[in-house]
């Protein structure tokens, strides 16, 4: 009866086992270096791996970062609502509510020291859509015309440097 049964469960845990490869890219810098993540779920769990993926600006190969990019979307301290700090503890709250205080404060802190008391830092790694909302929100919310994109300037000196002295480079797609 016994081995019948784990014959049994063996059996519906291979029907289980599945695997998903989804062809993406990695998040972090301005590279952008194409990526394939794979899903291997089990019955019990999930397990996660990327691989390079060719392409003509980084001939397939990702650095560190990129290897462990899913981790940050996997993790179990991911914070997925937002959080405001009461008296040094931090509280989940709604995202209507997080909204309404951001529009508060912000107001606030230009009615007291001017327009150009805020500004907007924008990642190398944001989408054209995004970038587009922060535009919005700086010329039309904010009342402001800088946008900062440091990380593409960074990122594309480094693999400059790594194409010129090792003949490599994990790729980009702003040259
Ligand atoms: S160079 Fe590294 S961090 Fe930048 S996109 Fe490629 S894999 Fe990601």
Redesign the pocket.
Known sequence: MTEMLLRYFRTKQKEAQTEKIYDT?????????K?QLIEQSTVTRKKYQTV?KDNPT?EG???????N?HQHAVHTDRIKQPLLNVDGEFQAISWEKAYALIEEKFSAIQSEHGKNALSVYGSA?ITNEEAIYLESLLEWHLERSILITMAAYV?LQL?QQQRKHLGWT??SQIV
């Open positions: 890219q990695c998040p972090f810098c301005s590279m952008q270096c990526m390079g980084s190969r990702l650095c560190i970062k990129g290897l990019a790694t990122c693999h994990g790729g």
